[in-house]
């Protein structure tokens, strides 16, 4: 009844304007950051476009780090609308104005700072949108579900001189300059030839899903926006789009793209030279969602080979003191290994000698006895360094710490390793050419049909 599938009708962009746009698109991404003429106001204006959980956190993280002003909010779901506005009061914030259209939000007031935390599927257009309307972006990842609206998306942060901060977290983590400090600046792990990143976890929603009737708080329409129409089978959960292949990029763009990224930021890793991945649906055969419950990525680099490898099924590998021990990193080289999760990082030097570490949440920063207890407050912490990196980027606009073109590369690299996984065969992204080198037909996968009257973003019209 449901005939859920993952749609491969995607349109090629045009190939020949491709090719004779490829200086200009070089010339876009060479535009030096500018100074603005006047100071910047004290507490922004804020819009936020997609108000979900995220969307509730990075608005009110904003409150608390600049006495932002939020003017606006913006969600087809009105109960998502309301729990927002209580939450924004509480805060000792004003009664903003509603939407349930981003193109009225955005016409309605001159926005400072615009969030976009939407799920997947409509993170381009509303991107682009509040760029071009004047707005500094905090935009939630992965920053696109197709690699070309990412390129679309840092095409225009570049030609509208934007501040934009990828909510890719993880890179402000205080542990990240320890462990560069001391073990990759002073050699210590040796050569590093292979990263490991891993996720096991998050299959609870495979079940059969049954269709229901669009309540009357969500303007599914809307909400569907430029993704394909299916039946209706959200419910009263505003994260359960997340299984489904046609408003998002599966486990590994929900999960990977932060472990990912935080490899790439460690190491200083860029464009891969290629991607391959396996997987699919191995054991959950009969559930509703689409997205693979099993996957292997490799993302191969001059003498580094980075992986993922995800599971939600049967038992993890992985001792596990809490969730976040399940959704790590191993790097790997000739003189030991070290192991990195968002609260801790242990190091296995080669030989004999004794393994040494660090958790955030120990009373003396000890590998033992952390308190779990004190995660939402680490976890909080986190956010909300990154939330003053970006406000400090803005007031002197460089790149912030999270800038749109590695939330591009992070995102585009876990998109590129699903179309490597349904073609079944390596592909090489070109970032210069816009398109995968010597295969049209992976090519034409780097843009999703849009359903009308949506139009794609071309990164070369922005």
Not at 33 to 49: A, N, R, T
């Amino acid at each position: 009844m449901l005939g859920i599938s993952y749609s491969t009708s995607i349109h090629p962009m045009n190939r020949r304007k491709f090719v004779s746009t490829m200086a200009t698109a070089t010339a876009v991404g060479a535009v030096a950051p500018q100074m603005f003429s006047s100071p910047l106001p004290s507490s922004p204006k804020v819009g936020v476009i997609g108000c979900g959980w995220l969307g509730k956190e990075l608005m009110l993280s904003l409150r608390k780090e600049a006495d932002a002003r939020v003017v606006s909010l913006c969600d087809p779901n009105s109960n998502m609308l309301n729990e927002a506005i209580n939450q924004l009061q509480e805060s000792g914030g004003p009664v903003p104005k509603t939407f349930g259209d981003f193109r009225d939000m955005l016409s309605s007031d001159k926005h400072d700072i615009v969030v976009v935390a939407t799920p997947d599927h409509w993170h381009a257009l509303p991107a682009i949108e509040a760029m071009k309307a004047g707005a500094d972006l905090y935009l939630e990842k992965p920053i696109s579900v197709d690699v070309m609206e990412g390129e679309a998306i840092l095409a225009a942060a570049r030609k509208y001189d934007r501040v934009v901060q990828v909510n890719l977290q993880a890179r402000s983590i205080v542990q990240n300059d320890i462990i560069r400090k001391k073990y990759l600046d002073t050699g210590r792990l040796g050569k590093i030839a292979k990263v490991q990143t891993l996720y096991y976890g998050g299959g609870w929603r495979r079940k059969k899903w049954v269709e229901t009737a669009v309540p009357e708080f969500l303007d599914f329409d809307t909400w569907t926006g430029p993704a394909p129409k299916l039946p209706y089978l959200i419910g009263d959960n505003s994260t359960n789009w997340r299984p489904f292949m046609e408003y998002g990029n599966g486990t590994i763009g929900d999960m990977a793209v932060h472990i990912f990224d935080r490899a790439r930021f460690l190491l200083d890793l860029g464009w891969p030279e290629a991607v391959y991945a396996t997987g699919g649906i191995y054991v959950h055969k009969d559930a509703t969602p689409n997205i693979a419950d099993t996957q292997k990525a490799i993302f191969q680099y001059p003498d580094i080979e980075v992986s993922w490898e995800f599971q939600d099924w049967g038992k993890s590998p992985i001792e596990a003191q809490h969730w976040t021990d399940q959704w790590g990193i191993w790097i790997h080289g000739s003189e030991g290994s070290l192991y990195i999760t968002h609260l801790k990082y242990i190091f296995y030097p080669k030989g004999k000698g004794e393994p040494e570490g660090s958790h955030s949440l120990s009373p003396n920063g000890a590998l033992e006895n952390p308190d779990f207890s004190k995660f939402n407050a680490e976890f909080d912490k986190i956010a909300h360094s990154h939330t003053r990196n970006f406000l400090e980027a803005r007031k002197t606009r460089i790149r912030p710490i999270s800038d749109v073109e590695q939330g591009h590369i992070s995102s585009a690299c876990c998109i590129l390793a699903n179309i490597s996984m349904q073609l079944g065969r390596s592909v090489a992204y070109d970032p210069i050419a816009k398109a995968v080198r010597g295969d049209q037909e992976a090519t034409e996968l780097l843009a999703r049909s849009y359903r009308r009257p949506w139009k794609h973003p071309d990164p070369f019209n922005v």
